[in-house]
């Protein structure tokens, strides 16, 4: 009983300890002018739904969630955060050659055709970031139309 009591102190004053261990935000002042929204004509409807469901893992500026605040969470969302930014960043559209536009957009309509994005994981918190079957034909409208103009 001795040992239990020692391993829950410790591992309570480690709990209480990492959520001093800073963490940097995904969060920026304003808007790029590379940003996806303003270098395309993008409607209303697929723009927010967009940045519902895929700017905060995929643009340089996250609306973080209160349990951001605990950590080992924080480390986790910073970890996914880096990942999807490494894959497609939206805030940095711009930069991106025709070529890439062209492969990310195409990357876009499979994940979303197959379920793979947003993520499960993300949708189970986050209900408004699910896609209904008319913003999935929307968006993918929209996407193919936007690879095509390329």
């Known amino acids: ?6 391993i829950v102190i410790v591992l309570l004053v480690a709990f209480v300890g990492i959520q001093f261990m800073p963490v940097e935000r995904n969060q920026s002042d304003g808007v790029p002018k ?10 209303s409807d697929i723009k927010n739904k967009l940045q519902v469901s895929c700017y905060d893992c995929h643009s340089n500026n996250t609306q973080y969630p209160w349990y951001n605040k605990v950590q080992p969470v924080a480390w986790y969302l910073e970890n996914h955060i880096a990942e999807g930014k490494a894959e497609l960043n939206f805030s940095e559209w711009a930069e991106y050659s025709a070529r890439r536009k062209k492969s990310k957009l ?8 197959n379920d793979e994005m947003p993520m ?9 970031a699910a896609f209904s079957e008319e913003e999935i034909q929307q968006v993918i409208k929209y996407m193919e139309n936007l690879k095509d103009s390329l």
């Open 106 to 113: 195409r990357s876009i309509v499979n994940q979303i055709i």
């Open 34 to 43: 590379t940003d996806f929204m303003l270098v395309n004509d993008v409607p």
């Open 120 to 128: 499960d994981s993300y949708t189970l918190i986050h209900k408004e």
């Open 1 to 6: 009983m001795k040992a239990v009591k020692i």
